[in-house]
């Protein structure tokens, strides 16, 4: 079974701290992708990345950054949190494999409040 | 522009009825199909995908999904449900390795 694993369940950051997110895989999958989820509007891409130290913007990058440093490791980094980054966080991985493409195998999630 | 539309933003059903689960989507070539759930406070768990052949998708949990070109649509079925699949769920179509999700319908369960 794949497993991804995400290093917080609940996480609570104070405005304009630096706030790191953890992403592991174990199955040596090649992408990786960092979303946030907010009632209402499902999920949305902030980045991805499709091999090590590869990364891609997704639909709302703007006040995250990515490091990829490692093929199992993802991390999101919030460089100056803010209160509208208050939301779910899920990561999530895929493989190149022929037969398997694009299906994503998530983490549990972290729920991250910035006051 | 590719996109997931799930009509239905909350349902209720009595236990032991039919369930279907709406989903519609936009997307310019054949496109790779998906339904996920997420239960509360969890990551999204795939039921079920369609890449290419059968329409007709099998997935875990006793859920189905039919693939209609013709109406751009992948709904999601159960013939009769638990308490436990009180859920949100997640329609996605995929292609060059990312994926569009829907933005869920949250199924809630009567004894």
């Known amino acids: 079974d794949v497993k991804v694993t995400q290093s917080s369940r609940y996480l609570v950051k104070r405005t304009g701290e630096k706030v790191f997110l953890e992403c592991v895989q174990d199955?040596?999958?090649?992408?990786m992708f960092w979303y946030r989820q907010d009632p209402g509007l499902g999920l949305r891409l902030i980045y991805f990345s499709y091999d090590v130290k590869m990364k891609e913007k997704g639909d709302i990058p703007e006040g995250y950054s990515v490091s990829r440093e490692k093929k199992e490791r993802f991390s999101l980094i919030l460089e100056s949190a803010s209160t509208n980054q208050t939301s779910m966080y899920l990561c999530?991985?895929?493989?190149?494999?022929?037969?398997?493409?694009?299906?994503?195998?998530f983490g549990p999630g972290t729920r991250l409040t910035v006051l | 522009a590719q996109s997931v539309t799930q009509p239905d933003i909350h349902i209720t059903v009595s236990e032991g009825a039919s369930l279907e689960l709406r989903c519609n989507y936009s997307y310019g070539a054949t496109p790779y199909l998906f339904w996920y759930v997420q239960s509360p406070g969890q990551g999204l768990q795939l039921l079920l995908k369609?890449?290419?052949?059968?329409?007709l998708v099998q997935g875990i949990k006793g859920f189905e999904a039919e693939f209609k070109r013709s109406q751009s649509s992948f709904n999601l079925r159960k013939p009769s449900v638990h308490w436990s699949d009180a859920a949100e769920y997640f329609c996605?179509?995929?292609?060059?390795?990312?994926?569009?999700f829907g933005a869920g319908t949250r199924l809630a369960v009567h004894p």
């Open positions: 996605a179509v995929g292609g060059y390795n990312k994926l569009i």
């Open positions: 199955m040596d999958h090649e992408n």
């Open positions: 999530a991985s895929s493989s190149h494999l022929a037969g398997d493409t694009d299906t994503q195998y």
């Open positions: 369609y890449f290419s052949g059968d329409t």
